[in-house]
């Protein structure tokens, strides 16, 4: 069988081989980044980094902010409905055994930051405090759920 014009004594002709000569492309070199376009790769995704955690951090905050409000405005229903419940007056203070019932699981809720929750007489509200900065709360902060 006669080769192609231009391929005598190449031996088999090759599409590719034609197409890579037209082309000026080598099929020897291997593929793979060279260590700079890694290192200017991983640059890029380390500013994207930067640039991303200090609102990360942020929202995390303002959550447990708010997980803390939902409770605290959780704990004041409750102690709400223990006072209408035992016929409770203004200023009779309940316990945590005595509104708990009136919680999901018949416990108070969970502290989401290390806080601690204080009940207060029926007519003031409740409150937490946290022993450390909690978005954009300060340490030992009363923290009321209409702040």
Known sequence: MAS???TAGSGTWNPLNQFAKLMNISLNRRGGFTL???MIVVGIIAMLVAMA?????R???ASKVTVIKNNLRLIDTAKLNW???YKKNEGDVPAEEDIAQYLKGS???TPAAGETYHIQPIGEPPYAICDKPVGDIKPNTKI???M
């Open 53 to 57: 955690a200090p609102n990360f951090t």
């Open 4 to 6: 192609p014009a231009g």
């Open 107 to 109: 416990k108070m809720p």
């Open 36 to 38: 700079i376009e890694i």
């Open 59 to 61: 929202q995390m905050g």
């Open 144 to 146: 009321f759920e209409d």
């Open 83 to 85: 006072a209408i419940e």
